[in-house]
């Protein structure tokens, strides 16, 4: 398991994931729009820019709706060097 450690929002629906080993995954929140409507409210700006990490480190979350599993970023995402 690969426990989250930092989330910062890089751009545009774009995640900067850091996980508690140092590794860095980028992960674009904009195709989930298209699998699941609870994360269209994360159009709004302000709101995707609220992103925290989970207690523990199992996942990242907007509110008690809207999250994802750090199994789900660390598959989906992108290695990240920047």
């Known amino acids: 398991m ?15 994931i850091t996980f508690m ?4 995954k980028k992960y674009d ?3 989930l729009f298209k699998e699941n409507p609870v994360f269209n409210k ?5 709101i995707f820019k609220n992103v925290s ?3 523990g ?4 979350s907007w509110d008690s709706e809207t999250d994802l599993s750090e199994f789900e970023v660390w598959e989906k995402g ?5």
């Open 29 to 31: 929140c904009s195709r």
């Open 2 to 16: 690969h426990k989250i450690k930092e989330v910062k929002v890089l751009s545009e629906y774009i995640l900067i």
């Open 53 to 55: 990490v989970d207690p």
């Open 57 to 60: 480190g199992y996942g990242i």
């Open 21 to 24: 080993d140092g590794t860095k």
């Open 78 to 82: 992108t290695d990240y060097s920047g």
């Open 42 to 46: 994360l159009k709004n700006k302000a």
